[in-house]
Each structure stands twice: as C-alpha cells, then as structure tokens.
C-alpha cells in the first residue's frame, strides 16, 4: 500500500524510524538528515516495537539476522554507520554467502558490502549494526530485495514496489529460494556441525520450544545468562489474528478510497 504522507504516520504513528532507533551509534545526525525520513527517537529503544526485538534477539540468540527493505537490488552486512565492513573471519564468511547468493538468486545485479559504504549515506542505530554489534550475531545481513532504478522520485510507490505480475512473481520466486540457500549453506559457513556443537547439541531449543515458553531462562553461547521472552503461543494466534483483521479493515479502506476517487489500479497479486 502506498502511504502518502511519507513516515510521519506510519512509523510506529508518531514519526519514528524503527531502524534508526537501536542503539549502536544511535541518534548520529549526517549533514543531510531529514526528521521525516530518520527520526531516531526520543532516545535509544524508546519504541515498543524494538524493544521487543531486542529482548526476543538477546534471549532466543540466532545466528543469522536478515532485515529486508526494498528500494535498490543489494545484499549488505555491517556496518550501517560507518563504510567499513568487520575485519577477520567473519566477515569473510559473510561475505562469501553474499557472493553465493549475488550469482544465484540475484543473478550478479546486487551491490554486495557494507551499507555505510554502498548505499551513499551512513545510517545510524539501525538493527542490523545492533545485532552484529551487540547481540553477536555471527551473520548479520540487511538485504534490498527490489528497486526500480527508472522510476520517478516522486512515484515512490514504483520505486519500492513490483508493479506488474510478472517482476512480482521473479522478486517473490528469487527471494524467497535465497532463504532456503541461506538454510542450506549457513551450517556448514558456522561449522555447527562440528564435534563441540554436537556435544552441546542437547542444550538447542527450537523456536517452537522458545515461543511456547518452556524455558524461562538458559545461557547465551558466549556463557551470559539472559532473560527469556515468556511468549506463548496463544499469544502469538492472537497478534496473528488481529493482524489479519487489520490488513482486510485496510484494504477495504484503500479499496473505498480508489472506487472514490475513480483512479485504476493494477493487483501486485495475481489472483
């Protein structure tokens, strides 16, 4: 759905950047900073919504985190504020996944590097530096998944969106088989099939397990101990629910207003 009124009312509805609200060089300002486009917050986690991210990403402890925008074809990994990417081996393993997915989903069209350094503007407290940064996460990505280079500056809809059914089912068919390569290669980039992880392999959870609450505390792989976030599955249908309620209310809202004003649009999802 296209919003018109930019961010200011769909960012958490009060004009926050949830990418720009984590703590890792949170609250920076670039020279070009436009409070409607990257409004950090009134400090570092003032918002639900990354408070609860970071809580289930601190206790549940993955080990690849994927934040996906659109608005260019990229694959990127840390950092955001700075044009650097990590030194050692790391980020060479990163990197080497990013190559593997570059040739065989984006089929070489995608930017491969760090953010700050690819995309033309540093970006500050965003998710991706905080989970590489602080949560450790040994494989932290932000992918673009779709970009129309072509498209006006002012149709930002085009810009961001797949407008016609057949580039919708390429982003979605490509995209969605880059996780399963993600599933498949991350393994062994990890070696979490070694002798250790093996040996620790009765002290994994699932995330079934995590979500229906049967642990209420466990350690981290770095030995701290960190509170687990007690959701329950019943919790869970009900946000589920209710989000399925929300997006038939606005789409009946979007569809009343485009009958009103007599405007033809094209479904993004053939039906």
Request: aromatic residues 12%.
């Amino acid at each position: 759905m296209e919003n018109l009124n930019g961010r200011k009312l769909v960012e958490a509805g009060r004009g926050v950047d949830l990418n720009r609200n984590w703590s890792v060089d949170w609250g920076k300002k670039e020279k070009d900073y436009d409070p409607y486009e990257e409004n950090p917050g009134t400090a570092a986690f003032s918002e639900p919504e990354t408070q609860i991210m970071r809580k289930l990403a601190l206790s549940f402890d993955p080990h690849v985190w994927v934040n996906v925008h659109s608005g260019m074809e990229a694959l990127f990994m840390p950092y955001d504020h700075r044009n650097t990417t990590p030194v050692g081996l790391p980020s060479h393993q990163m990197r080497l996944l990013l190559e593997e997915l570059n040739k065989v989903h984006c089929h070489k069209r995608c930017i491969i590097g760090s953010g700050g350094g690819s995309v033309g503007y540093l970006a500050h407290g965003t998710a991706t530096d905080y989970m590489y940064d602080v949560v450790r996460v040994p494989m932290a990505f932000t992918f673009e998944i779709y970009g129309d280079s072509s498209a006006s500056t002012k149709d930002c809809f085009k810009m961001f969106n797949p407008v016609d059914h057949t580039t919708f089912k390429r982003v979605l068919n490509d995209w969605s088989a880059a996780f399963f390569t993600i599933f498949k290669l991350v393994p062994h980039q990890l070696d979490v099939h070694s002798k250790a992880a093996l040996a620790n392999l009765d002290k994994w959870v699932s995330i079934d397990e995590y979500f229906d609450g049967y642990l209420m505390g466990r350690r981290n792989r770095y030995g701290k101990t960190m509170e687990v976030l007690e959701v329950g599955m019943q919790e869970i249908r009900t946000y589920f629910r209710l989000f399925l309620l929300s997006s038939v209310l606005l789409l009946f809202m979007f569809c009343s207003r485009v009958a009103k004003s007599g405007r033809q649009i094209v479904s993004a999802i053939p039906l």
